[in-house]
T-cell receptor
Framework: NAGVTQTPKFQVLKTGQSMTLQCAQDMNHNSMYWYRQDPGMGLRLIYY???????DKGEVPNGYNVSRLNKREFSLRLESAAPSQTSVYFCASSVTQGARNSPLHFGNGTRLTVT | EDQVTQSPEALRLQEGESSSLNCSYTVSGLRGLFWYRQDPGKGPEFLFT???AGEEKEKERLKATLTKKESFLHITAPKPEDSATYLC???????????FGKGTTLSVSS
């Protein structure tokens, strides 16, 4: 039981390049999330998917797109990377968004540097 | 605006020296207050959820409490392995997302 798996663990991009961050969970959770974590800023929500087939913007969605590929997988795409997107990206999942006894479970992150 | 504030930013303790971390929140219709532990290079690990004022939860040397404005994470007789960043987060009435504080980095030396 791996929980939430993110790939890659590290990535360096040049400004303007694109890439997709992958996330998969094996806990049969309905809801999935993408957060970014920056020094002094805390964790901020980029996008979330309350259930398979739905996605919604979070606090900081600009410059990102997401795809809920199936119940297990939720990807985050940077179409044209910018230095401001240098960050650590965390994927998380929960049984059901907003429900009691449904905490978020996080992956170990993708460390992205944009030069 | 919903907000979660943690203090102090950093805390250094000697092994066995008990202390508390604070999380104050201004959230409309709190639906849950969460504590997470984050080790360097890792994702946050869930510790506790508290739902109503007066509620307490314990796990080993950690005890979390909740009032109408704050939550405390009490650490009793800490050990070096308790060194980590502790994150507090709140679910507001809309329940769409967790609102995270910036964390308290705890260092426990032997």
């Amino acid at each position: 039981n791996a929980g939430v798996t993110q790939t890659p663990k590290f990535q360096v991009l040049k400004t303007g390049q694109s890439m997709t961050l992958q996330c998969a969970q094996d806990m049969n959770h309905n809801s999935m999330y993408w957060y970014r974590q920056d020094p002094g800023m805390g964790l901020r929500l980029i996008y979330y998917s309350a259930s398979e087939g739905t996605t919604d913007k979070g606090e900081v969605p600009n410059g990102y797109n997401v795809s809920r590929l199936n119940k297990r997988e939720f990807s985050l795409r940077l179409e044209s990377a910018a230095p401001s997107q240098t960050s650590v990206y965390f994927c998380a999942s929960s049984v059901t968004q907003g429900a009691r006894n449904s905490p978020l479970h996080f992956g170990n992150g993708t460390r992205l540097t944009v030069t | 605006e919903d907000q979660v504030t943690q203090s102090p930013e950093a805390l250094r303790l000697q092994e066995g020296e008990s202390s508390s971390l604070n999380c104050s929140y201004t959230v409309s219709g709190l639906r849950g207050l969460f504590w997470y532990r984050q080790d360097p290079g890792k994702g946050p690990e869930f510790l506790f959820t508290l739902y109503s004022a007066g509620e307490e939860k314990e796990k080993e040397r950690l005890k979390a409490t909740l009032t109408k404005k704050e939550s405390f994470l009490h650490i009793t007789a800490p050990k070096p392995e308790d060194s980590a960043t502790y994150l507090c987060a709140a679910h507001n009435q809309a329940g769409t997302a967790l609102i995270f504080g910036k964390g308290t980095t705890l260092s426990v030396s032997s």
